[in-house]
């Protein structure tokens, strides 16, 4: 959405067990403005499900299973956010994230059920959403929201071929405009 | 946490299929501000982990199963916002969910599969986090932050017999002062 790329890689997933929180996982990190998700590469099932939604209501957005996160996080040309309950507060981390994103692509790793210690050294920064147990997603969208100021909501989509057209009450979609 | 009370409903729920997201929003509830979870009364099990992680980590936050969320919204004695990807955008809505929730509760209804027209007709405000589809958790995640301005992050727990100790790096979790 910016000049440097904004990625959200999820460390670890389950098929099956995991399918819908890895899928929400990269839902959200569409819809609040990261370029990109990563997911392993046994997450094949919702990857798919980003793509396909990514068809239909528009991009870019890009997916990507990889056979190794950690060596992602490792080997990221840029500053690495990781998500943990025990990091330091978002409030006070955001500052310094959007000051390094203005700089240099910015990679927030996701945790799955376990994350090896070496994650949370190799990252610029652990950060937490409230040091509380609560969701990935949750703490996902806090920091993108935070991290653009907002700015990711009125992002404008293309290719899409279909379009939500905001509304007080009831739903309405409708063909994109063709002059857009 | 405020003065009126800010309530979450979650209208539908499958047990098995849903219980990690179900339980992703109570979680979501409580670490984000809201005073209360209201769940359809087939979620048992994500109850009772709502209500395990309360004891552990501290409250006040009520967890309730209702036989009838639909009546619960109907009869709301306050404002009710439901967040649905058809709605007005949370950026234009946030301000009245301020003001409305300065007099009288709020209510942030979350939907389920399947949202009954009537939903959308008692709400207050349909409220979107952006109009693409992604995740009932990310959204309610967003409308919490932005409703409570980011107070919530520094939310104080009462009874909790774990606190975690923000750090830049690893994990530090200690019993609580008993002089809080």
Redesign the interface.
Known sequence: MDDHEVAVCRLSHRPGRDD??TT?VG??A???GADRVVFPDNATGPAETVED?TGR?GGPFDVELNASPKRLVREWPGTVAHLT???????DVEADLRAAHAEEPLLVVVGGEKVP?EV??H?D??V????????E??????VL??LFE?R????E?TDADR??????????VVEPDDGE
């Open positions: 819908r929180m929400h839902l959200t569409r819809a609040l939604i209501f309950m025990y990091g330091l507060p978002v409030q210690f949370y050294e990252a920064h652990n937490a959403v409230t040091n509380q147990p609560h969701s997603i949750a703490g996902l969208a806090v929201d935070r907002g990711e909501l009125d992002r989509w379009v939500v057209v905001p509304k007080a009450t009831g739903k309405e």
